[in-house]
């Protein structure tokens, strides 16, 4: 008997086995029949070649346009170069020392696999594999297109040395092989959503004969994934009932009934009906676990004053966790002005009803971090603010009600997690609000997958204008960025400042393997790629250290430049800082360090050099640092990225939108998603191949209802052993672990 247990060796022979374990980690039939293709090729339909991403591994079908041959001017041998087309693009294919033996001919087809690099600003695949269409098989890159049965050719994720076309015809003897698998979905569950059962949906995926075949076999399949998921979210929702919030209800007369009393300003309709929301939320013993999107400046931190003011009432503590030393001592400081002697209890000038404000950091005195560690376990503190320094172990709360996590995309998953435990020894688990101008896209993964509830503050901040994105794309238009430099001076010209942020520092950070950067090639001459570069010639990320003086000396030569970045000494960071608040510089070039915690309303322009080296999240949060005064903003993004690849895509998204959570949905869909099950920390791969949180969110939500209905009656699984193993080979006991905490 042959079934998904079983291992591929005997199945696909050893050479085939071996490869498939080496380079996918695919061991037995069900592993390999869950690798699912990414896409299919239409027979007479070629790939869409406009959205191809720089560093990606694709597999493309397309039209042999033209081939060449040449000898190489700087060492022995040749270059052939293929070029393939489809849609009106072209690609370029290049062989070194490589002789075929008639296959490539103008007007075939085939398939193209192998990475996608740039070379003098257009796309290229280096030596890729290939399957070309013919009649007589009589090359060994020549394959008889009746091998592949149907309408339909599977694309299945692929490594260089795997290529697509080898794996399907592993897929394929194991299809004919394998027995139904036993379909761990209870029937009236199938026949009531109007699905096909596992084998045939395997089949369909794999081997479909028409485009409806694996629509409908991927619509069971991701029914799958997404009940598997909300049925371990659901369990481990229904054991913390056991171990509720605790209430925090209104207090008539209380701190925040004086604090809104006093409040200088009217609070904003978004601010009044998100801090309603959060009131009903603090009300209940079941933990709140919202996030509160929006722009920089629209008035978050008033929102979560009020909330943590709402839990002091009830005679509890609220804790404000936030990234940096810098932004933990501007919250303390905003709170205690916004409080005034209302935050001062204890104090000479102290209201009658007050409570006391505490930083604790790691920078603090030996005397400091004793009174804040004690005004902390006393409960004499109602409100503590600090950083990294807040989650260790000898930081103890007496009664801590609120988690309040400012910039939540600074912070790890366990981070936070760590100090949400901190309940004091109380049989309950603070609520938590998050705040944030930029979620990131686990974050949306959260909201889709229901743990997450969000409120948004959009409403432009009063005074604020706003800020106008545009890309300079250098590559196929370097003039523009002269024209970005002019455009700058013109700012300082009139009376404002400006940003210039590059990724690295320079000096002897080596930044060439950077995450995110993008590959360039810079010779004359097209040679083989160096391979200790994996295949591609890098140029490091532009530096502070270089850009600066490079900018000194000539675009912006007669205005005062200041340099700020992680490496100068604290006394030097914060001389710079006040010079450039105080309009003694004109221009500051910088690293991220000032992504949170700086505020120069004079500020109106902001250039990102490499822009396409940021996260996405990371612009956004960079560009919030101009037009925070009266006059409008703008921010230009500095990219040699090609057109049509995915890193200019995320840069046109951001030049789009100032909307922080429609970002983190066009990231979310440009990063196909990432693995939301934390595979990459716990080092297992994900369970999750097909469900996808944006295009399956109906499904991800109707599989949330059915997973509440059959953990209601049977919470351990015990009458549907089949649902139970599903949700164990999909969302292990640490990934549905790692979903709760975030």
């Given at each position: 008997m042959t079934d998904l247990d079983s291992p591929l060796k005997p199945l696909v022979g050893q050479a085939a086995a071996n490869a498939l374990a080496a380079q996918l980690e695919l061991h037995t039939a069900?592993?390999?029949?869950?690798?699912?293709?990414?896409?299919?090729?239409?027979?007479?339909?070629l790939t869409d070649l406009a959205n191809l991403e720089l560093g990606e591994h694709v597999t493309v079908m397309a039209e042999i346009r033209s081939v060449s041959s040449r000898q190489m001017r700087q060492r022995r041998g040749t270059i052939m170069e293929v070029?393939?087309?489809?849609?009106?693009?072209?690609?370029?294919?290049?062989?070194?020392?490589?002789?075929?033996?008639?296959?490539?001919?103008?007007?075939?087809?085939?398939?193209?696999?192998?990475?996608?690099?740039?070379?003098?600003?257009?796309?290229?695949?280096?030596?890729?594999?290939?399957?070309?269409?013919g009649a007589d098989g009589d090359d060994d890159d020549e394959v008889d297109a009746d091998e592949f049965a149907g309408a339909l050719l599977p694309i299945y994720p692929a490594t260089t040395k795997l290529p697509s076309w080898k794996i399907a015809r592993c897929v394929r003897q194991v299809l004919d092989m394998v027995d139904d698998p036993a379909d761990p979905i209870p029937t009236e569950i199938l026949a009531e959503r109007g699905l096909p059962g596992l084998g045939d949906a395997l089949r369909g995926i794999h081997r479909p004969g028409k485009d409806s075949d694996w629509r409908r076999a991927r619509e069971r399949l991701v029914w799958d994934e997404a009940l598997?998921?909300?049925?371990?979210?659901?369990?481990?929702?229904?054991?913390?009932?056991?171990?509720?919030?605790?209430?925090?209800?209104?207090?008539?007369?209380?701190?925040?009934?004086?604090?809104?009393?006093?409040?200088?300003?009217?609070?904003?309709?978004?601010?009044?009906?998100?801090?309603?929301?959060?009131?009903?939320?603090?009300?209940?013993?079941?933990?709140?676990?919202?996030?509160?999107?929006?722009?920089?400046?629209?008035g978050k931190t008033i929102v979560a004053l009020r909330a943590m003011l709402r839990v002091v009432d009830s005679g509890r503590q609220a804790a404000m966790l936030a990234p940096t030393e810098v932004l933990a001592g501007q919250h303390a400081r905003t709170l205690r002005e916004l409080l005034g002697p209302l935050g001062r209890a204890g104090e000479l000038d102290g209201a009658d009803r007050a409570t006391r404000i505490t930083l604790l950091t790691g920078s603090l005195a030996a005397k400091a971090r004793k009174q804040a560690l004690l005004d902390t376990v006393s409960g004499a503190a109602g409100i503590v603010v600090g950083t990294h320094a807040l989650i260790q172990d000898r930081v103890e709360f007496a009664d801590l009600g609120l988690l309040v996590v400012d910039e939540q995309h600074r912070f790890g998953v366990e981070q936070r997690d760590a100090l949400r435990s901190r309940e004091g020894g109380q049989a309950s688990t603070p609520h938590l609000l998050v705040m944030t101008a930029t979620p990131i896209p686990r974050t949306v993964a959260m909201t889709v997958y229901g743990?997450?509830?969000?409120?948004?503050?959009?409403?432009?901040?009063?005074?604020?204008?706003?800020?106008a994105t545009t890309v300079i794309p250098v590559g196929e238009k370097p003039t523009w960025l002269e024209r970005a430099w002019h455009r700058l001076r013109e700012e300082v010209a009139g009376g404002h400042q400006a940003f210039i942020v590059c990724p690295r520092i320079g000096d002897d950070q080596n930044g060439a393997g950077a995450a995110g950067q993008r590959a360039v090639e810079e010779d004359t001459e097209l040679e083989p790629p160096d391979e200790e570069e994996d295949g591609e010639k890098r140029r490091p990320p532009l530096a502070v250290a270089d850009v600066a003086p490079m900018l000194a000396e000539g675009p912006l030569a007669g205005l005062r430049l200041g340099v700020l970045h992680g490496r100068l000494p604290s006394d030097e960071k914060e001389a710079v800082m006040r010079a450039f608040s105080a309009g003694e510089l004109d221009v500051l070039v910088a690293t991220t360090v000032i992504e949170v915690g700086v505020d120069v309303p004079n500020a109106t322009a902001m250039v990102i050099m490499d822009a396409d080296r940021f996260g996405l999240s990371q612009l956004h949060q960079l560009r919030g640092r101009v037009g925070r005064g009266s006059a409008p903003g703008v921010c230009l993004l500095v990219t040699d990225s090609p057109p049509g690849t995915t890193a200019r895509a995320r840069l046109d998204a951001v030049a789009s939108t100032t909307?922080?959570?429609?970002?983190?949905?066009?990231?979310?869909?440009?990063?196909?998603?990432?693995?939301?099950?934390?595979?990459?920390?716990?080092g297992r791969r994900s369970g999750l191949r097909l469900l996808s949180l944006l295009r399956d969110e109906r499904t991800i939500t109707e599989a949330r209802d059915q997973a509440w209905r059959l953990v209601a009656d049977d919470p351990s699984l015990a009458a549907n052993p089949g649902l139970a193993a599903m949700v164990a080979e999909i969302v292990d006991e640490d990934r549905a672990e790692y979903l709760e905490k975030a």
């Open positions: 069900g592993e390999l029949l869950r690798h699912y293709p990414r896409r299919y090729a239409e027979r007479g339909k070029v393939i087309a489809s849609g009106g693009r072209t690609l370029s294919c290049t062989f070194f020392n490589r002789r075929f033996q008639g296959s490539l001919v103008a007007g075939r087809t085939g398939l193209f696999a192998g990475k996608v690099t740039a070379f003098r600003g257009k796309l290229q695949l280096n030596q890729p594999d290939m399957m070309i269409f598997a998921v909300q049925l371990a979210l659901a369990q481990r929702r229904l054991a913390a009932l056991n171990r509720p919030a605790p209430a925090c209800p209104p207090v008539p007369a209380g701190l925040l009934d004086e604090f809104d009393a006093h409040l200088p300003f009217t609070l904003t309709d978004g601010q009044r009906e998100v801090g309603e929301v959060i009131t009903r939320d603090l009300a209940i013993e079941h933990p709140m676990n919202r996030l509160v999107q929006g722009d920089v400046g629209a743990d997450l509830e969000v409120s948004a503050l959009r409403e432009l901040p009063k005074g604020r204008s706003p800020i909307d922080g959570f429609e970002l983190a949905r066009h990231d979310l869909e440009l990063r196909r998603e990432g693995d939301v099950l934390g595979a990459s920390q716990s």
